[in-house]
């Protein structure tokens, strides 16, 4: 079956470091992949799109990368910020009827 | 332009009985999709309206059924409710400009329901 896993464990780092979480899926062949951050209570909020035929993306200070090969894809915050602080969730998905399927998230808190 | 929104925010009710939950998409957005998200899990795909008719099911029992009306607003509804069912409902918009391709969501702040 397909699955889709990220650090069940909280990650935390020092303010201007770089955080990197990780999002592996299997048993999927995604046409693209999107992360979300998402803050307790509240909705997710869409972050980045990376399709299949692009290795790496770019907004501001976050970039992901997509590994077809690995199944894997690494998404990065430069320089953190306490206010980063959230769960990221990553959705690979095959397209079609745009049913995003959701990872479980990773908990990251950057450190004052 | 008004984002998704929600209601209620909050409820709370008994096993056995049902519950309707309302979500106004974005404007312009054709199409609606239904999240349960447990605590401490990741959103869990229920179901997609588009054009008032469902497009796309994920792995949940027929209790959980609903409706999307000629203005593209969606209700969920839940029968026969089980303590399982606690937890956090969001409703997402998408546009009619996205291609199979894109699939951005624009999510609600949820409604929280406790089933006791």
């Known amino acids: 079956s397909q699955k889709i896993e990220q650090n069940s464990e909280a990650l935390n780092i020092q303010e201007g470091k770089t955080a990197t979480l990780t999002c592996n899926y299997t048993?999927?062949?995604?046409?693209?992949l999107q992360w979300y951050r998402q803050d307790p209570g509240r909705g997710p909020v869409f972050l980045l799109l990376i399709r299949e035929n692009e290795k790496e993306k770019r907004k501001e200070r976050l970039k992901v990368t997509f590994d077809t090969t690995l199944k894997q894809s690494l998404f990065h915050i430069t320089a953190s910020q306490p206010a980063d602080s959230a769960t990221y969730l990553c959705a690979p998905d095959s397209g079609g009827y745009q049913k995003v399927t959701f990872g479980t998230g990773t908990k990251l808190q950057v450190i004052p | 332009e008004t984002g998704v929104t929600q209601s209620p925010t909050h409820l709370i009710k008994t096993r056995g009985q049902q519950v309707t939950l309302r979500c106004s998409s974005q404007s312009g957005h054709n199409t609606v999709s239904w999240y349960q998200q447990a605590l401490g899990q990741g959103p869990q795909f229920i179901f997609q309206?588009?054009?008032?008719?469902?497009?796309g099911r994920g792995n949940f029992p027929p209790r959980f059924s609903g409706l999307q009306f000629p203005n593209y607003s969606s209700e969920l509804n839940v029968n026969a409710l089980e303590l399982d069912d606690s937890a956090l409902y969001l409703c997402a918009s998408s546009s009619p400009l996205a291609g199979p391709n894109t699939g951005e969501l624009f999510f609600g702040e949820g409604s929280r329901l406790t089933v006791l």
């Open positions: 309206y588009y054009r008032e008719e469902e497009n």
């Open positions: 048993n999927y062949s995604p046409a693209y």
